[in-house]
């Protein structure tokens, strides 16, 4: 899928919603359930979670500073920490709350600011259009990989 500024905008308001319905009804071991070489739901939540607060920095600082440079995280790392082991409750909150940061921000955007860029370590400059694509295709990502999960489940 590719984004423009207004389809990454509307991708990314619908998201909280569509991950409330595809995981709001499911059990601690539909959560936990191990489909061998992917991370359990209940990680891909949490990793969505601590994924979006990095979005947040990669929307900001390109607005407020030149060229500033993205941080990093080694995110297999993260997703072995004990709050990953959380009910996800919390990081459905932090979505909801960052999602309609994100629209606000996104939607008051000049044609000049959505140019602006920042500096990824891999991927290079970045303007941040790309970056709200890149939210935007990580969204599409994590649900079809919870899909993916889910339908590997004994029961499923
Ligand atoms: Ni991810």
């Not at 995981?23 to 959560?31: E, I, Q, R």
């Not at 790392?77 to 990953?84: P, Q």
């Amino acid at each position: 899928m590719t984004y423009t500024p207004q389809t990454a905008i509307d991708r990314l308001r619908a998201f909280p919603d569509e991950l409330e319905a595809l995981v709001g009804g499911l059990t601690d071991a539909d959560l936990d359930h191990v489909l061998p070489g992917e991370w359990t739901v209940r990680q891909i939540v949490h990793h969505l979670a601590d994924s979006h607060m990095s979005a947040v920095f990669r929307f900001k600082l390109p607005l407020t500073e030149d060229s500033p440079r993205f941080m990093t995280y080694d995110q297999d790392a993260f997703a072995d920490l004990a709050d990953y082991r959380m009910p996800i409750a919390p990081s459905m909150d932090i979505l909801r709350g960052l999602h309609a940061r994100f629209v606000a921000l996104l939607s008051s955007l000049t044609e000049e600011q959505w140019a602006r860029q920042g500096v990824h370590a891999e991927w290079g400059p970045l303007p941040v259009s790309e970056v709200a694509a890149r939210y935007s295709r990580h969204c599409d990502n994590h649900v079809e990989q919870i899909n993916r999960v889910l339908a590997s489940r004994p029961s499923a």
